[in-house]
């Protein structure tokens, strides 16, 4: 692209022209600083997770099994982790074998609502993502 077509981008509410240079230097800390939230959000696991949590309480097997294909070990990793960030919490009943619930945090709760957004729109889309798919396997195929 040459220097007289280059793009300008608007942030919302203002009316300044800058840069993709200067977005970069304004938002590269912001988006820096929420790469591993999302990254979380973005971990399908994760978000299985919290989606089985939302009603209720649940014990490790009971998660394990209503997850297809996923391994204890990552079932455990992606627990640890949804705990560590504030999303679920651990509660161990003293009991032999000790027994372990694990429950959405409000912070969790919180959550609910833009992954069942994201799912539904998955959902009302998955027929033009398969089809755009073939189209572009296709595509990759015949050259």
Known sequence: MDHAQERKNLSPGNSAVTSAEEQAAIHGPICRSVAPVLNRVGDKWSMLIVMLLADGPKRF???KRAIDGISQRMLTLSLRNLERDGLVTRHVTPTIPPRVDYEL?????????PVQGL???????????????Q??????DGQ
């Open 119 to 133: 799912g539904t729109w998955a959902m009302a889309h998955i027929e033009c993502i398969r089809a755009a798919q």
């Open 105 to 113: 945090t409000e912070l969790g709760q919180s959550l609910r609502e």
């Open 135 to 140: 189209r572009y396997d296709a595509a990759a």
């Open 61 to 63: 097997m009971e998660l």
